[in-house]
């Protein structure tokens, strides 16, 4: 029986966050035992415009994946963040080699606004019944975040195929911050959740 895929990605640092946690998120998650018949892939994404337009299409191609978790830090977030939408914007923002995008659409002829068909405010609400710091946003931002989770849902919707972004918080271990094992923890049944939601549509 064919296994279905998830492709989970987190992003390597940039300027202002020498250690990015999403990346260190991604691997983290792969790693674990996979939900019966789904394989997880992990790829961390230099945090660079260039860099994600080039490598995006690659990884559509190669592992084909029915469903996409993206992962990404917000570091002024205090809660971790289910992104219900990307949108059709890039910032004039440098990346981690002083990049900045070529233009301020992502997709020159795209919609405006792309939204993710997995049940956001449904996860978002499980999600706080198990202890966890969690909201549902529209707002993805206008840097790299933005920029992965709009090509994403781009391919998405060609291929009849889900796609997801998280932002997390930067994690730290002194008393009353927000702790990796919780963050593991938030996206394991995130990871859960959003593969039974796709399951159920087949």
Request: proline content about 6%.
């Amino acid at each position: 029986m064919k296994r279905s895929r998830v492709l989970i990605t987190g992003f390597g640092p940039f300027p202002g966050v020498p250690e990015n946690p999403s990346g260190w998120l991604a691997e983290t998650l792969a790693a674990r035992t996979p939900p019966e018949g789904w394989e997880l892939r992990a790829q961390v994404l230099p945090t660079e415009w260039d860099a994600v337009t080039t490598l995006t299409p690659h990884l559509y191609a190669t592992v084909q994946p029915d469903v996409m978790i993206h992962f990404g830090v917000n570091a002024r977030a205090r809660t971790v963040r289910l992104e219900q939408s990307a949108h059709n914007r890039a910032a004039c923002q440098a990346d981690a080699r002083g990049m900045v995008p070529s233009a301020n659409a992502i997709s020159p002829q795209g919609q405006h606004r792309l939204d993710t068909r997995l049940p956001v405010k449904a996860l978002a609400a499980h999600l706080r019944t198990q202890g966890h710091a969690v909201r549902a946003s529209r707002s993805c931002g206008r840097y790299l975040c933005n920029f992965l989770y709009y090509r994403s849902l781009e391919w998405a919707a060609r291929q009849d195929r889900d796609a997801l972004f998280v932002h997390v918080p930067m994690t730290r271990t002194s008393d009353g911050d927000f702790q990796t094992a919780a963050l593991l923890s938030a996206a394991q049944e995130t990871l859960r959740f959003v593969v039974e939601a796709q399951a159920a549509r087949r």
